[in-house]
């Protein structure tokens, strides 16, 4: 079945600082979606990309994907105590959404 | 905006019993999904369901069953509770099957179950 590795597992970084977190698949991807997730809380959409090469920021946060669609990196500049939870990355492995598959997720901490 | 409600945060339930975990969304969204969250495991899915009365086992049905009587509410059975499946429990809806696209799935806060 299709598998996402998310890297690093956890992320500790002092506040003001610029940090990535990535996503990748052996396969080619039909939508990535980045969430975020506060401990013991439901997720939050953050976005989602399709296109090789698309990029897509809101706020601080910008997110990309690759041209082969087989990674994603997800971006938070000048990071801010708000910044802190899991981030999870999802992704249709299939082009009829079936076969939804999410990465294990990232851990930050943002240190005040 | 679209919501998705889990009916309980915490649940604590002892090993045997019978588990209902309610999940209603109020968007009038076809398709619906369960998925436990583990440590280390990342969301896995358990069962989704694209029409009432229609189900579908997603990865890891075993010890799951699944009740979809109305459009809006998509039940999570646990038929006889074990110590395994204490985890974090989320609820999403989406209005396509296709999570591509524009279409995004909308997730619950969650009902973080404990089984003693």
């Known amino acids: 079945s299709q598998e996402l590795e998310q890297s690093p597992q956890s992320l500790i970084v002092q506040e003001g600082k610029n940090l990535t977190i990535n996503c990748t698949s052996s396969k080619t991807l039909y939508g990535l979606y980045w969430y975020k997730q506060k401990y013991g809380e439901g997720l939050i959409f953050l976005m989602m990309l399709q296109k090789g090469g698309e990029e897509k920021s809101h706020e601080k946060i910008t997110a990309k994907l690759d041209e082969k669609k087989q990674q994603s990196s997800l971006h938070i500049t000048a990071s801010q105590p708000s910044h802190a939870g899991i981030y999870l990355c999802g992704a249709d492995a299939t082009n009829y959404g079936q076969n939804f598959v999410f990465g294990p997720g990232t851990r930050l901490s943002v240190l005040p | 905006d679209v919501k998705v409600t889990q009916s309980s945060r915490y649940l604590v339930k002892r090993t045997g019993e019978k588990v209902f975990l309610e999940c209603v969304q109020d968007?009038?969204?076809?398709?619906m999904f369960w998925y436990r969250q583990d440590p280390g495991l990342g969301l896995r899915l358990i069962y989704f369901?694209?029409?009432?009365?229609?189900?579908e086992k997603g990865d890891i049905p075993e010890g799951y069953s699944v009740s979809r009587e109305k459009k809006e509410r998509f039940s999570l059975i646990l038929e006889s509770a074990s110590t395994n499946q204490t985890s974090m429990y989320l609820c999403?809806?989406?209005?396509?099957?296709?999570?591509?696209?524009?279409?995004?799935?909308?997730f619950g806060q969650g009902t973080r179950l404990t089984v003693v």
């Open positions: 369901s694209y029409d009432v009365k229609m189900k």
């Open positions: 999403a809806s989406s209005f396509s099957l296709l999570l591509a696209g524009n279409t995004e799935a909308f």
């Open positions: 968007m009038d969204h076809e398709n």
